[in-house]
């Protein structure tokens, strides 16, 4: 196959995804927004409630969505790979029945609201920028070497989370009242798209080498972060180098590049689309 096939492939799997999500919403919540998951339930019919702790909430859902990820794939002709290990990129990996070169890396990436930011979320974390980035033959924490995969996917749920208030302590419930319990989080929205769209110039979280994401959700959801104006080739570049190249500041002082303003003005791009990302991040 030439790239323009590949293109094409890539593109008709975003395209089948898109349409896929846009039902996801009625599979996880009922009628007031909701999520229809209460707790836990034992085999004497006691059910658990969960707390809003993030971790807690996102690996649920993924199980929760993984059933109908499976009857996906097989609709438009795929199987899916789960990560071998809890540590693994990427949580899926949807390869194509008739041709097994073809993969696409699938990241399931939660994330909540910032009530005190309206339109705002708290952002996503889209996978290491570490060894199998960086070496991209590497099969280290990686289900598949990194080049092995035609494209690289978030698919991102953003929720409201319920005030801690209304939800009250944690507390055991009899499962004959499992409509009267009130879900951690609601609202849901649901996307996919190709990681770099929605990428930030920033770290993911904290000393990790996580790649972080944009927040502000009309832009996460028409795909516009730091490096869609400048294209893929840029965010590879950009996190390739990530904290590796040092300057000479205008005081004379060395230090490491940590934004894309500084890093395009080192490799001498355009950083025109980049003031103009910003200029709407602020707005």
Sequence with gaps: MNLEQYD?????????????????????????????????????????????????????LEIHLFPK????AQKVGYYVVPDDHQNYYPDLTFVLNKDENIKFAVDLKTTYRL????????????GSHGEYFTERQSKKNIQFPYNA??????????????????????????????????????DFQFFIEEKWKIASDQSGSGNTANIGSIQKIDDILAGQGVF???????????????????????????????????????????????VKRARRRKS
Excluded: A
């Design 228 to 274: 869609s104006e400048l294209g893929e080739d840029w965010f590879d570049d950009y996190w390739m180098n990530y904290d590796k190249i040092s300057i000479i500041d205008d005081e004379g002082k060395t230090r490491k590049i940590k934004s894309i303003n500084e890093f395009v003005k080192y490799r001498k791009g355009d950083v025109s689309s980049i």
């Design 8 to 60: 094409d492939i890539k593109k008709e799997f975003l395209r089948l995804f898109r349409d896929f999500v846009g039902d996801l919403n009625q599979y996880v919540s009922v009628s007031d927004g909701q999520w229809t998951i209460k707790g836990f339930i034992d085999i004497y019919k006691n059910v658990y409630t969960i707390s809003s702790d993030t971790k807690v909430i996102s690996k649920i």
């Design 115 to 126: 009530i005190e930011y309206p339109g705002f979320c708290n952002g996503f974390t889209l």
């Design 69 to 72: 990820l499976v009857e996906f």
């Design 149 to 186: 995969y035609l494209g690289h996917f978030c698919l991102g749920i953003i929720y409201s989370r319920v005030d801690k208030d209304d939800l009250g302590e944690t507390k055991v419930s009899d499962v004959d009242h499992l409509q009267s319990i009130m879900s951690v989080i609601k």
